[in-house]
């Protein structure tokens, strides 16, 4: 949506005047390193260009008035009574945001909200985490707090924990609120050290497939295979499973006594492993190993990790089967949702025709197919 048309639709909603602002939150796609954070390794998300936009305006009264583009429910709650109510839908996100930002002792008064976002819902491109920024860092310029970003991020993550109640990480909010354009975050999610590394993609594109596929096992199956390498690095008698290098795993693997934490455990040293070794051919251009390690990855979450299924299958193997393509993987928690892709700028239209065609011969389901670039976190943009 242009900026025009946003404002726009803001005056729409709620009115002319006063002095409106508009702020871009991108949405983030983990490029690799999944189902790692939990045992105290390494991620590498990135920021995109699809996202979330609000318009922002300060009111005089203690007043919160929230609508959007993509959904019917327009709320005006008091400032000062603020809670969670499933009725209430995206809106619990920005006033999590917001009783966070009160109980943290920040002046925050009555806003009118006007969101409007283009990524899918339920996909796994962390709209909650999109929407959580972009209100936090709108009343933090609009009210000049000048807290520091990764403030923001925690109170963001805390939102989601205590207000909305999903136990998230930190990744998406991090990645999201820290992105910067053409560059991927290389996080440890224990420490919160990071490093912008470059991802010069060249004439690659990233690619975004979504499933469509309800993801109805994806909470039940996290919370099991966070149990299962709870007790994995207790049979093995570390803390986290980051600690074991592949060699220490290959030698104490048989403390474990069973097939499956044999397995659930291997994919998430081998999977940090992966990470830093994507972490370092990329700092030396080497993309095409990168995509390599695309791949052997989705293999891992496949068979070791078990958290891919039927769809996310078919659109992984449809996009190695076709050319143009560097590397292809699911990413999020499984179960449905998406596989981010580096593809050839060249074959993206074939790429989309053709794996949508394969995906839809062997599943039934119609994919959807995003081409996006790598931009910077969220921010003022008007």
């Not at 934490?261 to 940090?272: G, N």
């Not at 990329?282 to 068979?303: C, T």
């Not at 949702?337 to 074959?347: I, K, P, R």
Request: proline fraction near 3%; charged fraction near 25%.
């Amino acid at each position: 949506m242009k900026k025009e048309d946003l404002f726009g639709a803001f005056t729409k909603a709620f009115g002319a005047g006063g002095d409106p602002r508009a702020y871009f939150s991108p949405g983030r796609v983990n490029l690799i390193g999944e189902h790692v954070d939990y045992n105290g390794g390494p991620v590498f998300p990135c920021a995109l260009t699809l996202g979330t936009w609000v318009v922002a305006r300060k009111r005089a009264d203690r007043v919160l008035r929230m609508a959007s583009g993509n959904f019917p429910l327009v709320k005006e709650i008091p400032l000062d009574n603020l809670k969670y109510l499933p009725a209430d839908d995206w809106t619990n996100y920005p006033k999590g945001v917001l009783s966070v930002m009160a109980g943290k002792g920040h002046r925050v008064g009555g806003m009118d909200l006007y969101f409007h976002g283009d990524l899918p819902n339920g996909a796994g491109l962390s709209s909650s985490a999109s929407i959580e920024l972009a209100t936090a860092v709108a009343a933090d310029d609009l009210f000049g707090l000048a807290v520091d970003r990764v403030s923001l991020v925690r109170y963001s993550q805390e939102a989601e924990n205590k207000f909305v109640g999903v136990n998230c990480g930190i990744m998406d909010q991090f990645a999201i609120g820290m992105g910067k354009k053409d560059h991927a975050v290389f996080l440890d999610c224990a420490t919160l050290q990071y490093e912008h590394v470059p991802l010069a993609l060249g004439t690659a594109k990233v690619v975004i497939a979504n499933t469509n596929k309800r993801r109805e096992l994806a909470d039940s199956k996290y919370n099991e295979r966070r149990g299962e390498c709870e007790e994995a690095a207790k049979l093995m008698k570390v803390k986290h499973l980051v600690e074991l290098s592949p060699a220490a795993f290959a030698k104490r693997k048989s403390q474990l006594g069973s097939e499956i934490l044999l397995k659930r455990a291997r994919h998430v040293v081998s999977e940090i492993d992966r990470t830093k070794r994507a972490v370092a051919v990329l700092k030396a251009g080497d993309l095409k190993a990168f995509g390599k390690l695309m791949n052997e990855s989705h293999e891992s979450l496949r068979d070791d990790y078990e958290v891919t299924g039927k769809e996310l299958d078919s659109l992984a193997a449809a996009a190695w089967a076709v050319g143009g393509v560097l590397g292809s993987r699911m990413t999020g928690a499984g179960f449905g949702g998406c596989t981010v892709s580096l593809v050839e700028e060249a074959a993206v239209e074939a790429f989309t025709r053709e794996v949508g065609e394969r995906y839809t011969a062997e599943t039934g389901l119609k994919a959807d197919f995003y081409v996006a670039g790598i931009g910077n976190g969220t921010g003022r943009r008007a």
